[in-house]
């Protein structure tokens, strides 16, 4: 235990949040030798020195390795951590405002509706919406997943919420319902969509990283970059929301701007990161909790170590999937619900509904 | 230097509960709203404290409560609740910091949450969980979390405003005297004090002013010793009272009378 001093002499012992911001360093030097290592996985043999050696300019790479690395790795290493860490905090933001650990975008459908958005842009973007794809250019599906994002968290909160009480059944029961409409809707306009546009769709639905190139980063980082950078100024309102909307009040939270504020950030990250890597489940549910278990709740740090947490999971995740099953690319959404689904079953099955 | 309510009128449904209540409270006083079950006590604090929404005006230091942005607010005035339910596990120090963080001197005292609890009786709690406390103990530890929230009683020559609803409902007698002399030295320090209570005979005694609420109405506003009187209680209390008076201070004490 390390021990501050205070003026009148007096030790303090310091608490888990000392201790707390001691991990997120650590967490933060983890998180850049596991992205150091992702650069090294794959087909093309790359090792930690040659990597190195071209980073400084010592030896020149192949033009082909230097393709692999600048033009393959690269963009795939950047999404994948801006989408973990945004998938990451999206979830413990939402498990916040619905005051439940439950709460993660993928569990309780706004991924859903963040896919609808994308399937609508994707499909009708050459027809019907072609105006509007052409006024948004890349930013086109990002967009239209970010607003289908948006539309379902505030009705599931509408249904959910009873005098700014979560209801767990309702929220679960009332993503499932909602779920059940949003995948019509998407099973139909996908029964509409023509050859090219399903293919399309089908790579996308998988969720997986594979594929990703700069222009695609370019069209959904920086919204994921704007909340993460926001992440800081909302542990504030999160905090005060864990005392209930009455204390939020009494601490200086407007607290229908903070719900809105909140709503909005969930629905982007969400957005954002399921438009560009489908439907890839749990990371929002499992790394906010495995914090919550070691660090403790407080969303000062819970947000900065569930974000590192997500992108170094979702690193791992995609290099695994593309060297399990090699040369061919196992999709990243298999990896994450075959570790999710089970963690998701003992988190119920410990009671994590009721006691956290 | 002020806090005042004007034509102040709530109502649910069709119940009003408050029906163009007026008063003033004074900084560096010590002001309790006592008054039987259904009075509008609650719903008095609740409107202080901007929970409740309500018809009239509420002037904090000469600005309307209403138009006053919340941050802003939150640095002029502290409420203590009478329970809150917390819904994740924080410790007693993670409580206590989140008052810190509405402070506009968190960060040139950010050891303040030790003083606080020092000062509330809860050396040693900070890494206990606050869901594992008594009753007592938590609202001793909102307590601190509203301390740190406004430690000093006056900043930048505003004096600031305590808000309190029924803060010694849970607590032993020792901790009742604490948490009163808490608010006392704030009121002593220049501080305006707020207090919902039930005890008549505590806020007797640390009382600069009492408000007696009946059906909504202020029934009568003043020193201890005209509004703790034997007309009063057995009008607003419909019971038999005996009202005494403590030789030493001429403080009013209160007991039931014993019927044979």
Redesign the interface.
């Known amino acids: 235990m390390v021990e ?1 001093t ?1 003026t009148h002499g ?1 030790s ?2 310091s ?3 000392d201790r707390a911001w001691r991990w997120v360093t650590i967490l933060s030097i983890f998180f850049v030798l596991v992205a150091l290592w992702s650069l090294t996985v794959g087909a093309t043999d790359l090792n930690i020195i040659r990597l190195f050696n071209s980073f400084f300019g010592i030896e020149a790479l192949s033009r082909r390795d230097e393709v692999v690395l600048y033009q393959i790795r690269f963009p795939r290493l950047i999404m994948g951590m801006l989408v973990g860490a945004s998938l990451a905090c999206s979830g413990a933001i939402m498990q916040g405002l619905f ?3 439950l709460a993660d975008p993928g569990v309780v459908g706004v991924s859903l509706g963040a896919s609808l958005g994308a399937v609508i842009m994707i499909v009708l973007g050459n027809s019907v919406l072609i105006g509007v794809s052409e006024i948004l250019g890349v930013y086109d599906v990002p967009i239209a997943a970010c607003i289908g994002a948006w539309t379902f968290t505030l009705i599931l909160y509408a249904i959910s919420s009873i005098r700014g009480q979560t209801s767990v059944a309702l929220l679960l029961l009332g993503g499932i319902a909602l779920g059940a409409i949003v995948g019509a809707i998407v099973g139909l306009i996908t029964y509409f969509a023509d050859d090219n546009e399903l293919r399309e769709l089908t790579f996308w639905n998988m969720g997986s990283l594979a594929g990703v190139t700069w222009p695609k980063v370019i069209s959904s980082a920086p919204l994921m970059v704007i909340v993460l950078m926001a992440v800081p100024f909302l542990a ?1 309102m999160l ?2 929301f ?3 909307e ?2 939020a ?6 607290v229908q701007n903070a719900k809105r504020v909140l709503i909005v950030a969930v629905a982007i990250s969400t957005g954002a990161a399921v438009a560009v890597s489908g439907g890839i489940g749990f990371i929002g549910l499992v790394s906010p909790h495995l914090v ?1 278990v070691t660090l ?3 969303h000062r740090y819970l947000l900065p170590a569930a974000g590192l947490i997500g992108a170094i999971l979702l690193i791992v995740a995609d290099s695994i999937a593309r060297v399990i099953i090699a040369p061919a690319e196992l999709p990243l959404g298999i990896i994450t619900a075959i570790i999710g689904g089970p963690f998701f079953i003992w988190m119920l099955l410990r009671g994590g509904g009721t006691r ?1 | 230097m002020s806090l005042f309510v004007k034509d102040l009128s709530v109502a649910y449904n069709k119940k009003t509960v408050l029906d163009g209540l007026s008063c003033e409270f004074q900084a560096g006083q010590f002001s309790i709203i006592v008054g039987p079950n259904g009075s509008g006590k609650s719903t008095l604090i609740k409107a202080l404290a901007g929970e409740q929404r309500y018809a009239g005006r509420i002037v904090i230091e000469g600005q309307d409560q209403q138009k006053i942005p919340n941050w802003k607010l939150a640095t002029m005035r502290g409420v203590v609740p009478q329970s809150v339910q917390v819904s994740v596990p924080f410790t007693v120090r993670e409580i206590v910091e989140i008052g810190l963080s509405a402070s506009p001197t968190r960060i040139k005292h950010p050891h303040r949450w030790h003083d606080a609890l020092e000062e509330c009786g809860l050396q040693g709690f900070e890494n206990l969980y606050y869901h594992e406390l008594s009753g007592g103990e938590q609202q001793r530890v909102q307590l601190a979390r509203v301390r740190c929230q406004i430690w000093e009683p006056v900043y930048e020559d505003v004096p600031r405003w305590f808000i309190l609803d029924e803060p010694v409902s849970s607590l032993d007698i020792r901790h009742q005297i604490q948490v009163m002399d808490i608010a006392k030295r704030f009121a002593a320090g220049g501080g305006g004090v707020i207090a919902v209570m039930h005890d008549l005979n505590l806020s007797a005694m640390y009382s600069d002013r009492m408000i007696l609420l009946n059906n909504g109405e202020i029934y009568d506003n003043g020193e201890a010793q005209q509004v703790v009187s034997s007309d009063n209680l057995n009008t607003v209390y419909h019971q038999g009272w005996e009202v005494n008076i403590r030789e030493d201070k001429k403080i009013p004490y209160v007991l039931p009378q014993i019927r044979n």
Do not use: W
């Open positions: 501050a205070l007096q303090l012992s608490g888990r949040s005051r439940n650990p504030k905090n005060g864990a005392m209930g009455a204390v009040n009494h601490i200086g939270i407007n919550r403790g709740p407080d956290l």
